[in-house]
């Protein structure tokens, strides 16, 4: 048992240290074969055709929102209870962020709320799947039909989850979906993400936006020659992390049974208001927030009692840089009100059930 708990902690063993040093010792750190070997195995566990490994998530985001052809005077739609990412990348395209409110029992994105914010200059939805629950992908798809309208989601929190009987990262609703490995969430490689595609012509984007717009195709192929069509960057993968990757992404079906049995674990014997899991979702858990009343309060007796929660999230429309945009508190309601009463658990495959009981008796001890 331990005496401080994180919210989040990554689980690494001895085969991910092996599958890492292996790597490191051979004669490709980076452009190596282990980064296509992982995107082939993402593409297998999700159903995707097509997947691009990236320095990370927020990477991953900006290079969707650059494939899917966002740019000033654009506009484009996702979550304010987000980390800054899923909205940032709207910005880094010169477009402009716009939010829809969330449906309270799951904290995600309310398809009806999208409806309401849908201008001629929009281009883009980017659901995303908070806490690890899908979104309501169908009613999200449905949108983007009648408006001609690209969906990326955000799925930082939520690989291994499901959305009725599709993967998230399968695509089936959506263009793009974006992937965070970083050590908190569910599977890691350090710092990283994947994006994942069925469409072959974003996929060819998303290839050469992550390495600087350079082409290499037809005859060049066999030369020294490429061509730079378009302005990218460098938001490689290396092969180490690759290698992390493909070693984590074989447990992570083990790592979701475990989270589940965790979250079943607070439901059943904490009592205390969580978000719901609708019909359609199967989640694998990344966070368990609770609803508390006196959040601050909580927040620091919490922290003397050795748990160290975190906040999940503080509203974006209400970060000082996104007020150029108009925005204000009060803006989204549904928003606000669960940002002032969540506060998230631990929830984390290392936690045993001694570790489960001492949290849920240091939290009644708060309350
Ligand atoms: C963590 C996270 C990101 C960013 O992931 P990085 O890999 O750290 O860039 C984006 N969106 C959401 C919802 C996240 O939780």
């Known amino acids: 048992m331990q005496n401080k708990y994180g919210y989040g902690h990554q689980t690494i063993d001895e085969t991910d240290i092996a599958a890492v040093a292996e790597v490191i010792g051979s004669d490709f750190l980076t452009c190596g074969p282990n980064v296509k070997a992982f995107e082939q195995a993402i593409c297998d566990y999700?159903?995707?055709?097509?997947?691009?490994?990236?320095?990370?998530?927020?990477?991953?985001?900006?290079?969707?929102?650059?494939?899917?052809?966002?740019?000033?005077?654009?506009?484009?739609?996702?979550?304010?209870?987000?980390?800054?990412?899923?909205?940032?990348?709207?910005?880094?395209?010169?477009?402009?962020?716009?939010?829809?409110?969330?449906?309270?029992?799951?904290?995600?994105?309310?398809?009806?709320?999208?409806?309401?914010?849908?201008?001629?200059?929009?281009?883009?939805?980017?659901?995303?799947?908070?806490?690890?629950?899908?979104?309501?992908?169908?009613?999200?798809?449905?949108?983007?039909?009648e408006h001609n309208l690209i969906v990326i989601e955000d799925a930082a929190h939520a690989i291994g989850s499901e959305y009725k009987s599709t993967k998230v990262g399968s695509c089936a609703f959506s263009d793009m979906t974006v992937f965070s490995f970083h050590p908190v969430k569910t599977i890691t490689t350090g710092e990283g993400g994947a994006v994942t595609t069925n469409s072959k012509e974003l996929y060819d984007k998303l290839c050469a936006l992550r390495e600087h717009g350079v082409h290499k195709d037809g005859e060049m192929a066999n030369t020294w020659e490429y061509e730079m069509r378009e302005l990218g960057y460098n938001y490689?993968?290396?092969?180490?992390?690759?290698?992390?990757?493909?070693?984590?992404?074989?447990?992570?079906?083990?790592?979701?049974?475990?989270?589940?049995?965790?979250?079943?674990?607070?439901?059943?014997?904490?009592?205390?208001?969580?978000?719901?899991?609708?019909?359609?979702?199967?989640?694998?858990?990344?966070?368990?927030?609770?609803?508390?009343?006196?959040?601050?309060?909580?927040?620091?007796?919490?922290?003397?009692?050795g748990l160290n929660l975190q906040i999940h999230y503080i509203p974006v429309h209400t970060q000082p840089y996104y007020a150029r945009f108009g925005y204000k508190k009060g803006d989204y309601p549904k928003a606000e009100t669960y940002y002032e009463q969540c506060i998230s658990l631990p929830l984390y495959p290392a936690l045993s059930d001694d570790d489960l009981n001492e949290i849920i008796k240091r939290i009644k001890e708060i309350l």
């Open 46 to 145: 999700t159903g995707a055709k097509y997947c691009v490994a990236v320095s990370n998530a927020t990477a991953g985001l900006h290079l969707a929102a650059m494939a899917a052809g966002l740019q000033s005077n654009d506009e484009a739609i996702t979550s304010p209870i987000t980390f800054l990412s899923s909205s940032n990348c709207i910005c880094f395209t010169g477009a402009t962020p716009v939010f829809a409110d969330i449906d309270p029992e799951t904290a995600n994105i309310d398809p009806q709320e999208i409806k309401k914010h849908i201008t001629s200059k929009t281009r883009v939805l980017i659901p995303v799947h908070f806490a690890g629950q899908s979104c309501d992908m169908e009613a999200i798809a449905q949108i983007a039909k």
């Open 236 to 305: 490689r993968m290396t092969d180490f992390q690759a290698a992390l990757g493909i070693s984590q992404l074989k447990k992570l079906d083990k790592f979701k049974a475990r989270r589940r049995e965790i979250v079943e674990f607070y439901n059943h014997n904490l009592g205390l208001p969580h978000l719901i899991e609708k019909d359609f979702s199967t989640a694998c858990f990344h966070l368990y927030p609770i609803l508390v009343d006196n959040r601050r309060d909580f927040y620091f007796k919490a922290r003397e009692k």
